[in-house]
DNA sequence: CGCAACAAAATTGTTCACAATCTTGCCGAC
DNA sequence: GTCGGCAAGATTGTGAACAATTTTGTTGCG
């Protein structure tokens, strides 16, 4: 996500007078092409658009304030990331997940955390694991019995962010990104099994343990161990997830 | 790969005439947006505009005859699958791989043909892997004692294909083929470097022997351990290749 | 000769009008 | 009452004109 954002000098456009059609509506402040994908990225993982929902051009382009061609350029984009499906002169609708689809995000998944557990392990010295290692045992364990599920999910969260950014692989980093804007939902509800966060923890515990070591393949195996075993999870309860 | 790409004639840009915008110029007949899409990402994938070249918008609208709007929006897509980049009031120039980058990739596609050889092989019955043992056994040898390398690495893809096939995952096979279309040229590189080709002929052949004796824990660690040996030359020869 | 300022050209970004297509609701025939 | 057209409305697709910005070329001064 380069973020040599940039420069664009902020003010507006001069005064475009324009005597007709006078001051712009603008429902919410101008925003770029880049910022509304991103905006839609998160309200259709969020499912604060929810899948099946038709995406109108006009409607976008009047809450941004950004021309139509722009939204047609961020469709595209979103297409691409087969976050919606475009239908010629029919319009967009947010794509429906289907049960093998989502098997199969679990399956790359696993792959692809296992990956950066390993990676993760090569790169960062054992010692600097020891904060999640204690935060693991203590602080997430009483989360956990408190019931308190969001500050639970956030340290959960927090792990991966710690991996992630040691195992230093932006291309694996992006690739679980567009797995995580597709079944964050999914992932979510998951966790909130009957007993999925009990074993999760426990499954964690032993992956950190093997980083503390700085037992690559160990740590890499352990975290796919762990991912099958949510994929096995959905399966179990297949039906209050999808 | 699709490869309808088309050579698209040579010819200048015909007359022009358009006096008062008579009969469209068309260049090659009508294409719809998706086809433009698949034949830049195929010449950006050999390489048929180089990395760093410039894209024009008024210049592939006028090739493809379609709107530039519409040009437009396959710019979008192409930079959300990082094929190019895009620069405000600049235009779109092709990415170039930097080295890291191309490690990077590497490790992913690793794990991910990992993960298709494990599952062809639990999907498919282990017979229907004979095939591919005899053709890799005998013809892939001589294509290789004869050095014809084209044929080569047609056999090659021709396996791939058959495994992604099999694996039936289309999550990664999409994710490995985004890995494809921008390493096709390294990967072509890679193998005709010295004695590459007889190593992957051994290492492929292995896999294809786990696969036919069903052993699907076998084939994906053998597969992971030849995209590794790839890996290996290409860091070796990473002059010659980059 | 170098270089800074300015002018011209090329290119990208935006807007609007309209055409093409699909959807919806209505009306009549059976 | 149901079904099949048919017209009106809504939505997407196209193309051109226009505006803003960058790039390129030129000129004149030191």
Request: hydrophobic share 45%.
């Amino acid at each position: 996500m380069s973020d040599k954002v940039v420069t664009m000098p902020a003010r507006k456009r001069s005064a475009s007078r324009t005597p007709a059609r006078a001051a712009r509506p603008r429902v919410s402040g101008k925003a770029r092409g880049v910022e509304v994908l991103q905006i839609l990225r998160a309200r259709i993982a969020n499912q604060d658009i929810p899948p099946g929902a038709k995406l109108k051009e006009q409607e976008l382009s009047e809450e941004f304030g950004v021309p139509r061609t722009r939204i047609r350029e961020v469709f595209s984009a979103l297409e691409s990331r087969g976050l919606i499906e475009r239908i010629p002169n029919r319009g967009a609708v947010v794509t429906r997940l289907d049960l093998a689809q989502v098997y199969q995000l679990y399956d790359v998944r696993e792959v692809l955390e296992g990956l950066l557990a390993r990676q993760a392990t090569e790169n960062a010295p054992a010692e600097s694991w020891q904060d999640l290692v204690d935060f693991f045992a203590g602080p997430m364990q009483r989360l956990l019995e408190s019931g308190e599920l969001d500050r639970y999910i956030a340290g959960y969260e927090m792990f991966r962010a710690r991996v992630t950014a040691a195992a230093d692989n932006a291309v694996a980093a992006q690739m679980i990104d567009s797995i995580f804007e597709k079944t964050k939902v999914v992932i979510h509800r998951i966790i909130i099994l009957p007993g999925r966060a009990e074993v999760g923890l426990v499954e964690h515990r032993a992956v950190l343990a093997a980083m503390r070591r700085g037992d690559a393949a160990e740590a890499e195996r352990l975290r796919r161990a762990n991912m099958r075993s949510a994929k096995a999870y959905l399966q179990r309860y297949q039906k209050f997830v999808l």
